[in-house]
């Protein structure tokens, strides 16, 4: 058993790793601002988080080129580019009167008034990237969740902020309650964690079978939370068990609640939508897209339109009520980066890399560096890519049996200072099987 949970966490972490691996792309945006299709496309990297108005009429979206950006749902169009975190934006909240927050993988929180090209106010005091966001109900408050184990809530009007400390791993996941009354966070290590927003500030503590990705709390105080295993898990307000479905089988890593509590999306690492109707606990149907991560999922004011933004750049457009595409040629693709290693444990195992790592020569980098001809290279050294202090002061050539040590011990350990979050392969077959797909996909 210990095996198996070691095995989810370290997939999950692998799968997760795109989120603030060494530094983020830069990478000019060409945006269309012409009335477009039902996909909305401009970022030039994969779009991590989404945001949509109560009205339906706009939205923001973060991205790993290190932009969001302010769209229009009317016109299916750009309005402005956000251009200020020094990494990629894992994080959007929209406050009302048009405001947004933006936080990113370089540990920062910016808010944003309409038509300004610089934040009105920043937030800084984490010290790991922040991977998700949430305003509460009354929009006096927005918390943040980072892989420094923290949770904290900012006061949008002025005042310091709340750390709420307690978890042992990375916090990918917070939500509040829809009576403002609890705060929920979710986290790497195996926890669902109710904090009480009034009073003692002593969490309900939920142990949980897997690693979690993600959390969606319903107007009828229910909780949901999405696992490294592929399973939605139901939680009653003061975090009793209510149920599970599975979504599929990989890890799940973001969710959302439809506005009328019907339908949960939940959005996976390979590349497909889980529509599930909450009350009857069942799945209805899987939206199918071209095969990449869906970092993103948001539901429209009619709870039956579905925003998804994913790795191959674009935001689309769904019917959550027939599982259909709104535009038709939403499911183009390049194809699958890895069909020609299909049946190969290594390449399987890399899969969960592929959204933002190239192998071949001549491919770019993206969010992050190419790993063509990595072996018999020194650490920092891939061409055109801009790495961290940190790394380029290590005395470490990429072998066989240093990317397998680097997966046996964990970055921290082993490069210090990197970006990249703590993970291991605790398998050595599975080890092995990786660094023999990497050795035939990246020779020069």
């Not at 990449?292 to 933004?309: E, H, Q, Y």
């Not at 072996?375 to 790495?387: C, K, L, M, V």
Request: hydrophobic share 45%.
């Amino acid at each position: 058993m210990q095996q198996r949970m070691a095995a989810i966490a370290s997939f999950a972490r692998v799968a997760l790793s795109a989120l603030a691996i060494f530094a983020a792309v830069s990478i000019a945006l060409a945006v269309d601002t012409t009335a477009a299709l039902a996909q909305l496309r401009g970022h030039g990297g994969p779009v991590r988080a989404l945001a949509i108005s109560a009205d339906g009429q706009s939205a923001v979206s973060g991205s790993f080129d290190s932009t969001a950006i302010r769209w229009s749902l009317t016109r299916n169009a750009a309005e402005q580019v956000l251009r200020f975190h020094a990494d990629a934006v894992n994080a959007v909240a929209l406050l009302g009167e048009g405001r947004a927050a933006t936080a990113g993988a370089d540990g920062r929180i910016a808010i944003w008034s309409p038509g300004k090209t610089e934040p009105d106010t920043l937030f800084e005091g984490h010290s790991a990237p922040i991977v998700a966001l949430a305003a509460s109900p009354d929009g006096a408050t927005l918390a943040s969740a980072s892989w420094d184990h923290t949770v904290r809530l900012w006061p949008l009007r002025g005042g310091a902020p709340l750390v709420l400390d307690g978890h042992s791993q990375n916090v990918n996941g917070v939500a509040f309650t829809a009576d403002g009354h609890a705060l929920v966070s979710v986290s790497y290590d195996l926890s669902v964690r109710i904090w009480p927003l009034s009073g003692a500030q002593t969490p309900a503590v939920v142990a949980m079978p897997t690693p979690l990705n993600a959390v969606a709390a319903g107007t009828d105080g229910e909780i949901a939370v999405g696992g490294a295993d592929g399973r939605i898990y139901f939680l009653t307000a003061g975090g009793a068990p209510a149920g599970e479905v599975a979504a599929g089988p990989r890890p799940v890593i973001s969710m959302a609640i439809s506005p009328d509590g019907a339908l949960l999306a939940a959005a996976g690492i390979g590349g497909t939508v889980a529509v599930i109707d909450r009350k009857a606990r069942t799945l209805l149907r899987t939206l199918v897209g071209p095969g990449l991560p869906v970092w993103s999922v948001a539901f429209m004011p009619d709870s039956r339109t579905l925003l998804t933004g994913g790795a191959d750049n674009i935001i689309r457009r769904w019917n959550a009520a027939t599982g259909e595409p709104v535009d038709p040629i939403l499911l183009e693709t390049a194809g699958d980066p890895l069909s020609a290693y299909a049946g190969d444990r290594g390449a399987e195992i890399f899969r969960a890399c592929v959204a933002c790592h190239t192998l071949g020569a001549g491919q770019a980098n993206r969010a992050g560096p190419s790993l063509h001809g990595i072996f018999g290279r020194r650490i920092a050294t891939a061409p055109d890519y801009n790495f961290s202090d940190a790394l380029k002061r290590l005395d470490i050539v990429w072998t066989p049996e240093t990317v397998a040590k680097l997966f046996e011990i964990g970055p921290q350990a082993y490069t210090p200072g990197t970006k990249m979050p703590e993970q291991r392969i605790g398998s050595e077959q599975d080890r092995a099987a990786l660094v023999q797909f990497l050795e035939r996909a990246t020779k020069k």
